[in-house]
């Protein structure tokens, strides 16, 4: 089973940058599938981006194409998003998820546990 942790939110102006880290605990991280998902106010919670095991493919919500990359570090059982040209409806509670399956994640299938989750939040 993997643990998540994220963290790296915060306020920022329309058109910054922020890097998101998921810190994930548990010996099969480098097997399983990371996603990155947002819940904002009064919406439901969307499938962000995603990333196979072995980093080779990755997946896109077509609102943050050319502007979020995925990414990860499996020896520092560590993923990341980084987000550029930030608008404000970004602004978002974030969270990551670990899947066996990429396309679990994809299609919002996930029935996992979540984390505490990133507050990102930015400002016109």
């Known amino acids: 089973q993997v643990q998540l942790v994220e963290s790296g939110g915060g306020l920022v102006q329309a058109g910054g940058s922020l890097r998101l880290s998921c810190a994930a605990s548990g010996r099969t991280f480098s097997s399983h599938a990371m996603g990155w998902f947002r819940q904002a106010p009064g919406k439901e919670r969307e499938f962000v981006a995603a990333i196979s095991w072995s980093g080779r493919d990755t997946y896109y919500t077509d609102s943050v194409k050319g502007r979020f990359t995925i990414s990860r570090d499996n020896a520092k059982k560590l993923v990341y998003l980084q987000m550029n040209s930030l608008k404000p409806e970004d602004t978002a509670v974030y969270y990551c998820?670990?899947?066996?399956?990429?396309?679990?994640?994809?299609?919002?299938?996930?029935?996992?546990?979540w984390g505490q989750g990133t507050q990102v939040t930015v400002s016109s």
């Open positions: 998820a670990a899947d066996r399956s990429i396309s679990t994640l994809v299609t919002m299938d996930y029935s996992g546990s």
